[in-house]
C-alpha cells in the first residue's frame, strides 16, 4: 500500500519474468496503472512504497539468480529513470542485496557478499549514500527507525531478534534454545514513527502506556512489535520494551495450537494486522493497539493470504489472496468496516482446481501429520498419484494456488500435499522433529503418505508418484531410495542429490544457516553421505525427471547433473530438463509452460507402464 492509501504496487506475473506495477486508486489517475521499467532482465520478487510515498524500491533477480539487486523509481509514472542502489567494491564479486524494508526516506537492505557475512545498511535512494547498521555472519536485518534497529541472528530453528542503538546490542527475549524469533516492527521511541500529519484525511493519534515520559525525555527506551516461539510452542505476537532499567516483554495476541505467520503494523500505532495459519489456511484478525482489543476474524476470499501491507493510518490493508480456484490476486479490506473493496481491473486468470480436503496421516512410530488432497472432477477417472513435497524443509504445504496441479486432475491424477515432520506450520516441536539423524523419519513419513493413498483408495499401489521442489526435490530423490518400491515416478526440481556437495556449492550463508537441520558438513560429515541420494543412486528403479534452473545458486544445477549421470551410467530411466535462462524458483512464464508439459507427460507414461506391468 502507498502510504496515503491512494495507490498501491504489486507483481504481476503474465509472460516472461514477473514485473513490478504501480496501481492507482484514488484521484484523476484511479483504475490506471503503470509498469515499472527497469534496464535488467529477470524477476521482480519484492516491491515496496516509501514511507513518505516518493519512492518505489524494487528487489530484482537478474536472469532469475538467486543473488538480487535493489532499484529504485520514483512514483511519478511520467519519471522513467530507474537507478541501482545497492554498491559492491569495484574489483570484488558481487553478492546478493535483499530488500527489507524503508527507514523513513531511506532503503533497508542487506548486502551479503561472497564471504556470507551479511551487511544491514540504510541507502538514500537519491544519492546511494550508505549507512551501515550492524555487519556479521548470520545476520539479518528485520527492521529500522530513528536510529534503531532490529537484526535477527542464529541459524535455522534457533534465530533470536538484537536491538541494535547506539553502538549497544540487546537481547529482546530470554534464552529458549530451539525456539525461533524472526521478524519484529519497532513501533515507537515516544516520538511517532514515520509521523505525517493529516495523513488519509485523518486526525493522527499515538498510542503510549500509561505514565511515559514525553518525547526527547526518553533516552534508552524503544518499543517493538515480534513474532517469537519464546516460551510456546506456536509463534504469537509479543511487545517488547526496552527501557534504562531493563527488557520486559508481554503476550498481544495469540492462540492454541495455531501459528501467527505475519503482522503488520499502520504507522499512526493504531491497528495491528495478524494472519493466523490453520494447517496451512489463513485467517485475518485486526488488532486495535490502544486497547488490545482483538476482533473477530474477517472472512478471506480465499484459503490463503500472504504479503500484508497497510497504509500509514489503517484505513487500508492489501495482501495477496489466493486458494485452488483463485490465483493470486491483491484484495484490499477496510480494517475498521470489514468491507472489501473492489478494485477496477482484470481478474487474475489461469487453470484452476477445486478445493482440496485435509488428511491426517498416521505415520509408523505413531506421529500424526496432515496433507491437502486435491482430486480429479467427477467424470474423470483416476490413474494414478502424485505427491507435492514442498520446499524448506520449514516449508508447508497449503491450500493455495498451483498451476501444475490442474493439467495433472484432468489426466485423472490426484494430488497429494503431505506435510512430513520437520514442516512449518505446526509448532516448534514438530519442526524440529526432522533435524539431524531424525531426517531418516522424515523419509519414512514420505512412504506412510504412500500407504495411506494406496488404504484410502485415492490410487494403486503400483501408480504414485512422487514430486518435489528444492528441500522437497532432495526428499523426492530421497525417498526414491529408500523406499524404491513404493513409487511409478519421481520429479525433481532443484532438489539436492548429495548433501556434502550441495554444502560445498551453495552460498555460504545458506550453507551456515542449515548445520542444526541437516548436520555440519565437517562433524556430521558421515550421516551427510547416509542421507543423501546420490550414495544409493544404485537402490533407484523408479524413472526420475531432473529439472533444474542453470542460474540456480541456492541448489546449484550440478546436483542434478550429478545424479543424472549415476543414473545413466546405472542404465536408469532418467531425463534432465535443464532451463539455463532461469533459476531456483523457475519463474519465467514460458518455462513454466514448458515444466507442466513435462510433468504431465511423464507421469502418464509412467502410470501407463505400471498399468500394463499389472
Not at 534497529?149 to 531478534?161: I, M, N, Q, S, T
Not at 476470499?301 to 504479503?307: D, I, Y
Not at 486435491?374 to 493455495?400: K, Y
Request: proline share 7%; aromatic share 8%; with cysteine.
Amino acid at each position: 500500500m502507498s502510504p496515503d492509501a491512494t495507490a498501491f504496487a504489486h507483481l504481476v506475473d503474465d509472460g516472461g519474468f514477473p514485473r513490478a506495477v504501480q496501481r492507482f486508486l484514488r484521484g484523476w489517475r484511479a483504475s490506471s496503472s503503470r509498469d515499472v521499467e527497469l534496464p535488467i532482465d529477470g524477476p521482480v520478487t519484492r516491491v515496496l512504497h516509501s514511507a513518505d510515498g516518493h519512492w518505489l524500491a524494487c528487489e530484482v533477480a537478474p536472469d532469475g539468480s538467486t543473488r538480487t539487486q535493489i532499484w529504485v523509481v520514483t512514483t511519478d509514472p511520467d519519471d522513467r529513470d530507474a537507478r541501482r542502489i545497492d554498491s559492491w567494491d569495484p574489483g570484488s564479486p558481487e553478492g546478493t542485496a535483499e530488500l527489507i524494508n524503508w527507514d523513513g526516506a531511506r532503503v533497508a537492505a542487506i548486502l551479503t557478499g561472497d564471504d556470507g557475512v551479511g551487511t544491514s545498511v540504510l541507502i538514500d535512494p537519491g544519492t546511494g549514500e550508505t549507512v551501515v547498521l550492524d555487519r556479521r555472519s548470520g545476520g539479518r536485518l528485520v527492521d529500522a527507525w530513528a536510529g534503531s534497529a532490529l537484526v535477527r541472528v542464529g541459524p535455522r530453528g534457533y534465530r533470536d531478534l538484537i536491538l541494535l542503538r547506539r553502538g549497544t546490542e540487546t537481547a529482546l527475549l530470554p534464552y529458549d534454545p530451539g525456539s525461533t524469533t524472526d521478524t519484529g516492527i519497532i513501533l515507537d521511541d515516544h516520538q511517532p514513527r514515520r509521523l505525517r500529519s493529516g495523513l488519509e484525511g485523518e486526525t493522527t493519534k499515538l498510542y503510549h502506556p500509561a505514565g511515559t515520559l514525553e518525547p526527547g525525555d526518553a533516552d534508552g527506551y524503544v518499543r517493538a512489535l515480534v513474532r517469537s516461539e519464546n516460551g510456546a510452542e506456536h509463534a504469537r505476537l509479543l511487545e517488547v520494551t526496552m527501557t534504562p532499567d531493563g527488557v520486559a516483554y508481554q503476550i498481544i495476541a495469540e492462540r492454541p495450537g495455531c501459528e501467527l505467520d505475519e503482522f503488520t503494523v499502520s504507522d499512526d500505532l493504531s491497528t495491528v494486522a495478524l494472519l493466523w495459519n490453520l494447517h496451512g489456511a489463513s485467517e485475518l484478525q485486526i488488532l486495535k493497539l490502544a486497547d488490545l482489543t482483538l476482533q473477530p476474524p474477517i472472512p478471506l476470499p480465499g484459503m490463503v493470504a500472504s504479503q500484508l501491507s497497510i497504509s500509514a493510518g489503517g484505513s487500508m490493508l492489501a495482501m495477496t489472496v489466493e486458494g485452488p480456484s483463485t490465483p493470486p490476486t491483491v484484495e484490499l479490506v477496510d480494517p475498521r468496516t470489514r468491507e472489501w473493496e473492489p478494485v477496477d481491473r482484470e481478474p487474475s486468470t489461469g487453470p484452476v482446481t477445486a478445493d482440496p480436503t485435509l488428511e491426517t496421516v498416521v505415520a509408523r512410530d505413531g506421529l500424526e501429520f496432515t496433507g491437502w488432497l486435491f482430486r480429479p472432477r467427477d467424470g474423470v477417472p483416476t490413474i494414478g498419484a502424485m505427491l507435492f513435497l514442498h520446499g524448506g524443509p520449514e516449508g508447508q504445504g497449503r491450500p493455495g494456488y498451483n498451476e501444475f496441479f490442474p493439467a495433472l486432475l484432468e489426466e485423472g491424477i490426484s494430488v497429494f500435499l503431505p506435510n512430513v515432520r520437520g514442516s512449518g506450520g505446526f509448532g516448534r516441536s514438530f519442526m524440529h522433529a526432522d533435524d539431524k539423524e531424525r531426517r531418516f523419519a522424515a523419509i519414512d513419513d514420505v512412504a506412510d503418505a504412500v500407504a495411506y493413498l494406496v488404504d484410502n483408495g485415492v490410487a494403486p499401489a503400483d501408480r504414485i508418484a512422487c514430486c518435489g521442489w528444492s528441500y522437497g526435490g532432495y526428499l523426492t530423490q530421497a525417498a526414491l531410495t529408500f523406499h524404491p518400491d513404493d513409487f511409478a515416478a519421481g520429479i525433481s526440481i532443484c532438489g539436492m542429490s548429495d548433501l556434502n556437495t550441495w554444502y560445498r556449492n551453495t552460498e555460504p550463508w545458506i550453507a551456515a544457516a542449515a548445520y542444526p537441520k541437516y548436520g555440519h558438513p565437517i562433524g556430521d560429515r558421515d550421516l551427510l553421505e547416509k542421507l543423501s541420494p546420490l550414495q544409493r543412486a544404485d537402490a533407484m528403479t523408479a524413472p526420475l525427471l531432473l529439472v533444474h534452473g542453470g542460474n540456480d545458486t541456492n541448489v546449484p544445477p550440478t546436483e542434478s547433473l550429478q545424479m543424472f549421470d549415476a543414473l545413466t551410467a546405472l542404465d536408469r530411466r532418467v531425463e534432465l530438463l535443464m532451463f539455463d535462462d532461469d533459476g531456483h524458483e523457475i519463474d519465467k512464464r514460458e518455462n513454466r509452460a514448458v515444466l507442466v508439459k513435462a510433468m504431465r507427460e511423464w507421469l502418464i507414461a509412467a502410470f501407463a507402464r505400471a498399468q500394463n506391468q499389472s
